[in-house]
C-alpha cells in the first residue's frame, strides 16, 4: 500500500485516538489501550514499509505520548482485587451478555440430547460415563444411597480435587477458543451430553428426586461457572472469525485478553462448588429445605452476579450515578 493511502485510510483513527489521549476528561481505559493497540500495529507497518518518513515520526510520537498517558503514575488502589470483582468485571462483562446465551444454548441442547439418547439407548449411559461409574452407581442404588460416591475421600482431599479438577476443565473450554468457537463449542457440547446422559441415568433408575438434590448442591454453580469458562472461549474464538474493523491479529489479542477475563472471574465460584461438594454434598441426611435453600441461593448468586448485577451496575453508569 502506498503511504498517501495509509494515511488517508487510518488518518480520521489517528486523530480521535490523538484528540483523546490528550483529553483531560475520564477516558475508559480499555479503550484506550485498545486504541493504543491499533497505533502500535500502525507503527510496526510504518516501520517495515515507510522508514525516515515523516508518517513515521508522527506515529512515534503519538505512540510515546500514549504511553506515557496509559502508564505514567499507574495508580493501583489497595482495594484492587474488591475493586475487580466489585465495579470493573461486572461493567466489562455486560457487553458479552448474548455471547454467555450462546455458551448456554449450545449447552443447553447438548444436555437434551443426551437426555433423549440415554432414554433410548441403555447402553449409552456407558459409554459416556464408563462401565467402573455406571456399575458402582447401581450398587449405591441398590443400597438406597444413590450419591454414596460423594462419600468417598476425605473432605479436604475430595474439596481440592475437585477444585482443581474444575478449574481446569473451565480454562480448557477457554483455552479452546484458539481453535475459534468450535473448539470452545466442542468442550461445551461433550460436558451437555454427560450431565444429560447422568441426570437421566438416575432417572431411569427411579431415583430421580434423591439424586438430583444432591447432584445440584453443588453442580449449579459447577455447571453454571462451566457455561460462563465457555463464554469466555467463545469470546476468544470470536475474535478469530469475526474481527470487524480490527486486524486478525489485533482482534485475537482483545479477543484472548476478554476472555482470559472472563475464565479469571470464574476461580472463585468453582472454590465455593468444590467446597460444597468436598464438605456438604456428602450429607445426604440433611433436610429438604436445607438442600433447595443451597441450591436456590448458589442459583440466585450465579444469576445475580453475572446477569442483574452488570445490567444495574451500567444503568448506573449511564445514568451518572456512578462513575
Known sequence: MREAAFVKQNKEKWIAFEKAIASRSHTDPDALVDGYIQLTNDL???????????TLLYLNSLASQAH????????????????FWGKEFPLFFRQYHKTLL???????????????????DSTFVRLILGDAYVN?????????????????????GTFLGITINNIRV??????????????TAYILFSNGIMLGA???FFYT??????????????????ISVIIIAGCAGLIMGNSILFPKTYSRRVSFMKGAKDGLKVVVSTIP????????????TRYAEMPDWLAFLIIGGSLVLIVFYYILYPILLNRKVHEGQIH
Do not use: D
Open 102 to 120: 450462546i455458551a448456554f444454548l449450545i449447552f443447553g441442547v447438548a444436555t437434551a440430547i443426551g437426555a433423549l439418547s440415554a432414554l433410548n
Open 198 to 200: 447422568f441426570i437421566t
Open 170 to 183: 473451565g480454562f480448557l473450554a477457554f483455552a479452546f477458543g484458539v481453535i475459534t468457537s468450535i473448539g
Open 269 to 280: 465460584f468453582f472454590i465455593i462448588a468444590g467446597f460444597i461438594e468436598g464438605f456438604i
Open 44 to 54: 510496526a507497518y510504518a516501520q517495515t514499509y515507510y522508514a525516515e518518513s515523516k
Open 136 to 156: 458402582e452407581t447401581l450398587n449405591n442404588i441398590a443400597m438406597g444411597e444413590p450419591t454414596a460416591i460423594y462419600k468417598s475421600g476425605s473432605e479436604i
Open 68 to 83: 506515557q498517558k496509559i502508564y505514567k503514575n499507574k495508580k493501583e488502589s489497595g482495594n484492587r482485587i474488591l475493586e
Open 205 to 222: 433408575k427411579g431415583v430421580f428426586f434423591e439424586a438430583n438434590r444432591q447432584i445440584w448442591l453443588h453442580g449449579t454453580i459447577e
